[in-house]
């Protein structure tokens, strides 16, 4: 079984700020089941293997938290030009490496734009390829509307200019 847990919190010079702590449990979506499926097998139907978990998205949107999610609801540019974000860290906190645990953060200039602040709702968990045509094929980081492999959904956090975005998301395997 899978099974993650995931931590959000907004810092502000160095400090987190009070009452902007998000966890929970998240729900691992019928692509990243059938992306585990597929690291597990000899490939069948289709050319390569699938890439690595690695990159996070956000977005203002918000959708019921079920396995069928196979998007943002609009994606949210973290930096003009690109609405997913390469992880910074990865940690294996049990041993044996039964779980994986995935951070990053979006700086104070990132997920703004300067205009207003954005209200984070929604977090996805996205690998580095995507299937097309049955095809495996790179990300692209640039289009908000690839598949996520685990999604979680939460009472909004306030982005602005001020404050950084800090994200772990663990998975879990039981």
């Given at each position: 079984?899978?099974?993650?847990?995931?931590?959000l919190?907004l810092?502000?010079?160095?400090?987190i700020?009070?009452g902007?702590r998000?966890?929970?449990?998240?729900?691992?979506t019928?692509?990243g089941?059938?992306?585990?499926?597929?690291?597990?097998?000899?490939?069948?139907?289709?050319?390569?293997?699938?890439?690595?978990?690695?990159?996070m998205?956000?977005?203002e949107?918000s959708?019921?938290?079920?396995?069928?999610?196979?998007?943002?609801?609009?994606?949210?540019?973290?930096?003009?030009?690109?609405?997913?974000?390469?992880?910074?860290?990865?940690?294996?906190?049990?041993?044996?490496?039964?779980?994986?645990?995935?951070?990053?953060?979006?700086?104070?200039?990132?997920?703004?734009?300067?205009?207003?602040?954005?209200?984070?709702?929604?977090?996805?968990?996205f690998?580095?390829?995507?299937?097309?045509?049955?095809?495996l094929v790179?990300?692209?980081?640039?289009?908000p509307?690839?598949?996520?492999?685990a999604?979680?959904?939460?009472?909004?956090?306030?982005?602005?200019?001020?404050?950084?975005?800090?994200?772990?998301?663990?998975?879990?395997?039981?």
């Amino acid at each position: 079984m899978v099974e993650a847990n995931i931590e959000l919190w907004l810092t502000e010079r160095g400090k987190i700020v009070p009452g902007s702590r998000r966890e929970g449990h998240n729900v691992w979506t019928l692509t990243g089941r059938e992306y585990l499926a597929q690291i597990m097998s000899p490939a069948l139907g289709w050319s390569g293997r699938p890439g690595k978990v690695n990159y996070m998205g956000v977005d203002e949107g918000s959708q019921p938290e079920v396995a069928s999610v196979d998007q943002l609801a609009a994606g949210l540019l973290y930096t003009p030009g690109a609405y997913l974000k390469a992880i910074t860290g990865v940690i294996f906190p049990t041993s044996p490496a039964t779980s994986a645990a995935f951070t990053i953060e979006f700086t104070e200039l990132e997920i703004n734009d300067g205009l207003a602040p954005k209200e984070v709702r929604e977090i996805g968990l996205f690998t580095s390829d995507t299937w097309s045509g049955g095809v495996l094929v790179p990300m692209p980081t640039s289009t908000p509307n690839q598949a996520p492999v685990a999604y979680k959904t939460f009472e909004p956090l306030t982005k602005t200019e001020q404050f950084r975005l800090s994200v772990r998301w663990e998975v879990r395997f039981r």
